[in-house]
């Protein structure tokens, strides 16, 4: 059998991305701050020619009404700007995390692995609030160069002198600016990076709370979540550090090009080169083209802005599984078929089926050992996940060249801990790729055994999920009522009824034979009873495909009968069943 490569994943212009609010909004910041500027740049020049025209006794004109004009523009574009940073940020933080969502949702769910729940929690939010802060602070930065800048213009327009010691004052305060962006650039990375880390061990303790209270293990777990604390206030001092070298020394520096402008100013006052609004101008100019300095706190922010935007990054451009463009054969049977499948995880082969077959309509169990790979087969039989080599087909179609909509209609998964989210027990049953009725919603609950606790419910079907307490086997029971309502013509059960007692599970796959839209079944299982039922198991040893067989063949297995706990001893009954199950369940 050929062994064909397949691409598993892409991240093609069909992915989900999704687009940022585009450049208006930082456009805005940039207008608005940039007009605030020009404003403030005027006002020396107007203030210090009005002040002579009334230090001369004359009448001053419209200046003074200018002058108050430009004071009360001044105001009003600083509050524009400030309402535009705002909303720029808010936009830009909403739309970044909902990419970095949609990404994490649609990427494939081995890539996402290495990335730990606090990890992704802290992308999400601390660092996407961070990234989006950045295009508001770089329009701020750049408008916040024009100032300086027009500043010099100004002064050399009154003076030559002076702008000349400005002129010779500023590389100075360049060189701070470029120290502060290049050394807060790594400081911030790491600062992130080690905060992930603390959230991430919070979470887990959080996970694991009954865990850790039952093993008494509380101060240990204490220690080990806050261990890279030290760590994260040193490089939290370490940037407070910087920031604060970077604001001293523009600082020093600013007070100090202001007194040698305002000494040169006063040179050119007394040899009458320069009158009284004119040195009123100047000071106030050296100190506008100094104030460059001030730009520290604006840079700080891109630059963590931008640190932040690769780690929201990460998660937006997770590689997403490739859909086709063909459906499925109306109305086949569900034949699934894995043809030289093979799935490897770190260089390592965790799953190799070649020629498994299960025909439509009947029930396959797949059994093996804790790690055998019966997950990954359920994962690659149902396209969670692509095979590295190999095609697994339904109805003789390849599951990779199959429409979103035909594979996730065509195919139904059940898990051991299905995810219901928050609405009400009839919406958690209904949600799904197809429509589905109240009352395909109650069928589905009863077949899944759920009907007696969901009715006890203060509002029954229609309890909000987090209102009602719900035990591991009662989620699972909701879990399976979803997936039998959108059963395709391929159910895929992964460990789906492993919190059931055994009689519950029998009445449930009773339920699914009667009541749920016929189909072929894959059903992960552990118990001896499930794997009797089916028509045929498919046992795994070590990602290989070890037989592929009715039970009560593999039951003559000595080895097959160990996966059960039922020894070496050829007795057909599996020990944990017996005696609580009607006998036709037993192999
Ligand atoms: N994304 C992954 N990265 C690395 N290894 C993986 C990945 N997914 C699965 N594996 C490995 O593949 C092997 C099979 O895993 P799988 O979850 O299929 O086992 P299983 O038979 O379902 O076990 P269990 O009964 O305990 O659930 C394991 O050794 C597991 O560590």
Not at 243 to 259: E, N, Q
Not at 348 to 371: C, I, K, M, Y
Not at 399 to 425: K, N, S, Y
Request: glycine share 12%; net charge positive; with cysteine.
């Amino acid at each position: 059998m050929t062994k064909t490569r397949l691409p598993s994943a892409h991240v093609g212009p069909d992915a989900p991305r999704g687009s940022g609010p585009g450049q208006a909004p930082e456009l805005l910041v940039l207008l608005c701050s940039v007009a605030s500027a020009a404003v403030t740049v005027a006002q020396p020049l107007v203030l210090g020619h009005t002040l002579d025209l009334l230090l001369r006794g004359g009448g001053a004109g419209h200046w003074p009404a200018l002058s108050a004009g430009l004071l009360i523009g001044e105001v009003l574009l600083d509050g524009l700007t400030a309402l535009f940073t705002g909303r720029c940020t808010a936009a830009w933080t909403a739309s970044i995390r909902s990419r970095a969502l949609t990404g994490l949702l649609h990427g494939v769910p081995h890539h996402a692995r290495p990335y730990s729940p606090g990890d992704i929690a802290t992308r999400l939010t601390l660092n996407a609030a961070d990234a989006g802060g950045a295009p508001a602070a770089r329009a701020a930065l750049a408008a916040s160069l024009v100032t300086p800048a027009g500043a010099l213009v100004a002064v050399a327009f009154v003076d030559l002198w002076v702008a000349a010691c400005v002129v010779a004052g500023l590389p100075a305060l360049a060189l701070v600016l470029r120290a502060f962006a290049r050394d807060t650039g790594a400081s911030v990375a790491a600062y992130q990076r080690v905060q992930a880390q603390i959230a991430s061990r919070l979470l887990e303790a959080v996970h694991g709370a009954v865990t850790i209270a039952a093993a008494g293990t509380g101060p240990r777990e204490r220690e080990r979540v806050l261990a890279p604390l030290p760590e994260l206030g040193a490089l939290g001092g370490r940037m407070w550090v910087l920031h604060g070298r970077a604001l001293a020394r523009s600082g020093v520096l600013v007070p100090l090009l202001t007194l040698a402008a305002t000494g040169i100013g006063g040179v050119r006052l007394a040899s009458g080169s320069l009158s009284v609004g004119d040195l009123l101008a100047v000071c106030r100019y050296a100190q506008l083209a100094a104030g460059v300095g001030g730009a520290a706190t604006l840079l700080g922010a891109v630059v963590r802005g931008r640190r932040a935007r690769e780690r929201t990054l990460a998660l937006e451009r997770l590689p997403v599984l490739a859909y086709g463009t063909r459906c499925l054969p109306v109305d086949g049977p569900g034949d699934l078929e894995l043809r030289g499948v093979r799935v490897l995880r770190d260089g390592r082969e965790v799953l190799h089926a070649d020629g498994v077959r299960v025909p439509g309509g009947t029930t396959a169990a797949v059994v093996g050992r804790s790690g055998a790979g019966k997950s990954v087969l359920a994962a690659v039989a149902g396209r969670l996940i692509d095979p590295d080599e190999g095609q697994v087909l339904l109805d003789g179609v390849r599951l990779d060249q199959l429409t979103r909509g035909a594979l996730r209609t065509g195919i139904t998964f059940a898990f051991e801990r299905p995810v219901l989210g928050e609405g009400t027990v009839a919406e958690a049953v209904a949600a799904g790729p197809r429509c589905v009725s109240p009352e395909e919603v109650r069928q589905a609950v009863r077949a899944a055994g759920a009907d007696g606790f969901v009715r006890r419910l203060p509002r029954g079907e229609d309890t909000p999920l987090p209102q009602a307490p719900l035990s591991g086997g009662e989620l699972q029971r909701l879990g399976l009522a979803r997936a039998f309502a959108h059963a395709g013509r391929l159910l895929v059960m992964d460990d789906a009824t492993s919190g059931l007692d055994t009689a519950t599970e029998y009445e449930v796959s009773l339920a699914l034979r009667r009541s749920v839209r016929p189909g072929t079944r894959l059903v992960v299982a552990h118990r001896p009873s499930v794997a009797a039922r089916a028509d045929q198991v498919i046992w795994l040893e070590d990602g290989q495909v070890r037989a592929v067989a009715p039970h009560r063949e593999l039951w003559k297995d000595a080895r097959y009968r160990t996966l059960f706990g039922a020894g070496d001893d050829s007795d057909p009954s599996p020990r944990q069943d017996r005696g609580s199950l009607p006998e036709r369940v037993r192999p």
